[in-house]
């Protein structure tokens, strides 16, 4: 296949490399040509709005990969109620609260408490016995959302009687998402199909011990908040912290870009002990990723790998 | 200038007033994509099954799916299809001759020569959602894109064929009149020009015929 290598540089021209370059352009009836230079000025508006949050805030997506960007940059818009790049671009680099809302739209906020049991089942059995061998264990949940898979871990952890000992560094980069995760307080309707989940991922007690429910919400305890600390951290810009035993980060490196992606991998490398694992989401793989050969699949197919050098 | 004038010239002559030049069919696609959403599952083994073992473009597949892991479709495809069916990883390389199948509870989106998913929301109440899969192909492979939207009884698919045009892709839709569920196909044809509405049975080997190999570096 003809193609040109995956990926350019952030903030280089976005689509241009990617047309076919054998293809002769002919102009053609139906106006595509027209179309597609209105596209290639979205496409230099797009760019235009990045390098502006970038160098006005500091939150840098120019390393996101393009493809879902743009669609929730789409979404950005209709949140804004603003028809043009422009005028998005206007609002985010004046006021921060419309740029909190930007980040809001262009975080993947889809989670859930015990997503993909099958992991937590795994954890439990195979992770869980080695945290035990440490004295005290540090966790990071990188891209943590709104938290519901946090407090899954808490539960776990509590459940093999090793939360007293652990802490679980919970980050992300929208503000807003964890003021929400640090309250803990989730919608009552939900609550049937987290406790399904939890049932599928092993658990083994009454899954409503852990909350108190009022007429819309269900509150989780604060015995298990305890071990809990939240705060922002962005991948793209910030270093390492500290030194974890387990690091989660699920389906948040699928948005990025090779370049970030890389920057992130090295983030995570330095920051595991030797034999500390690395949670990927189920469709993520280590293969792919230059940091390959440090890590041993724990299980592959579940995204669950171990730094090994 | 000079010398740029004349490196022009030949172009112009061979294809500015006639047009000999177009008479041989173009076979340059590198990637089909395909939507399908009810009764997709019988139209895609039909499809499949007629597609050669040396079928040189990549083909990305979204059949509208519940979303838990554990169904047997990929199982179902690989068994009547010559070409390896794969349900990809994030970042997977396309590779010609390979079936994409998007996972039970991701987009699939494609980058220029790779795979990638998304967990965002449901687009048209389907994740994975067809006009996702088609849109960021459209973006990303323009007119070396072939876009075939099958049976379906919902609008996902009508704006992703859309994009597929606006780009210059090829756009294929199944016959509503023949197919399965009409609603799908329907929608498309009234949001867009389509370049080819055939019954399911044309349109495997319209495909074979379309995406040859040779075509270009």
């Known amino acids: 296949m003809s193609r040109t290598d995956a990926l350019r540089p952030a903030g280089a021209p976005r689509e241009r490399d990617v047309t076919a370059v054998n293809v002769p352009v002919v102009a053609n009836a139906d ?20 390098t502006g949050i970038a160098r006005r805030w500091g939150y840098d997506f120019r390393g996101y990969s393009p493809a879902s960007l743009r669609r929730r940059v789409r979404r950005a818009m209709h949140v804004e109620g603003v028809r043009s790049l422009s005028a998005l671009q206007e609002r985010v680099l004046h006021r921060p ?41 540090r966790i990071w949940h990188a891209g943590c959302s709104t938290g519901e898979e946090v407090y899954s871990m808490a539960i776990l952890l509590h459940e093999e009687g090793l939360l007293e000992r652990c802490r679980i560094y919970a980050t992300d980069i929208s503000d807003d998402l964890l003021q929400r995760a640090r309250r803990g307080v989730f919608p009552l309707r939900d609550m049937q199909e987290h406790t399904a989940a939890y049932h599928r991922a092993g658990g083994k007690g009454d899954f409503s011990t852990y909350y108190i429910a ?25 270093s390492s912290f500290n030194e974890f035993q387990l690091i989660l980060c699920r389906n948040v490196l699928i948005y990025f870009s090779e370049a970030l992606r890389e920057r ?46 | ?78 068994a009547v299809s010559l070409l390896p069916v794969r349900e990809p990883r994030d970042r997977e390389r396309l590779e010609p001759g390979v079936v994409y199948l998007a996972p039970a509870g991701y987009h699939l989106l494609v980058e220029a020569g790779w795979l990638s998913l998304s967990v965002e929301g449901p687009v048209s109440w389907a994740r994975p959602s067809i006009d996702v899969l088609f849109e960021s192909a459209a973006d990303a492979y323009r007119r070396r894109l072939v876009a075939v939207l099958l049976t379906g009884s919902s609008e996902d698919g009508a704006a992703g064929v859309a994009a597929v045009a606006r780009r210059g892709g090829l756009t294929v839709v199944e016959d509503p009149a023949s197919a399965h569920s009409p609603v799908s196909p329907a929608a498309a044809l009234a949001r867009t020009k389509v370049r080819h509405v055939l019954p399911l049975q044309e349109i495997g080997g319209l495909l074979s015929g379309m995406v040859k190999i040779g075509a270009g570096p």
């Open chain 1, 31 to 50: 106006g595509s040509e027209a179309v597609n230079a209105a596209d290639d000025v979205e496409e230099l508006e797009l760019d235009l709005l990045l």
């Open chain 1, 214 to 238: 009022d007429h819309q919400s269900a509150i989780l305890r604060d015995e298990l908040r305890r071990h809990l600390v939240f705060s922002q951290h962005n991948l793209v810009s910030d």
């Open chain 1, 97 to 137: 609260e419309a740029l909190q809302r930007f980040i809001s739209a262009l975080s993947v906020n889809v989670t859930g408490m015990f997503r993909d049991p099958q992991v937590y089942r795994t954890l439990r059995r195979q992770v869980l016995p080695m945290l035990r061998t440490y004295p005290f264990v």
């Open chain 1, 264 to 309: 992130v991998h090295r983030l995570f490398y330095d920051s595991l002990v030797n034999f500390g694992i690395l949670a990927l989401g189920i469709r993520e793989s280590m293969r792919f990723t230059p940091y390959a050969d440090r890590y041993e699949a724990l299980v592959e197919s579940l995204g669950l790998y171990r730094r090994v050098r």
């Open chain 2, 1 to 78: 200038m000079s010398a740029q004038a004349r490196l022009e010239a030949p172009a112009v002559e061979g294809g500015a007033p006639t047009t000999p030049a177009r008479q041989r069919p173009r076979a340059d696609y590198d990637l089909v994509v395909i939507g399908a959403s009810l009764g997709g599952v019988a139209a895609l083994r039909h499809l499949l099954a007629q597609l050669p073992a040396e079928f040189p473009a990549a083909l990305a597949i979204v059949q509208h799916r519940r979303p838990d892991a554990d169904s047997p479709l990929q199982q179902l495809l690989g």
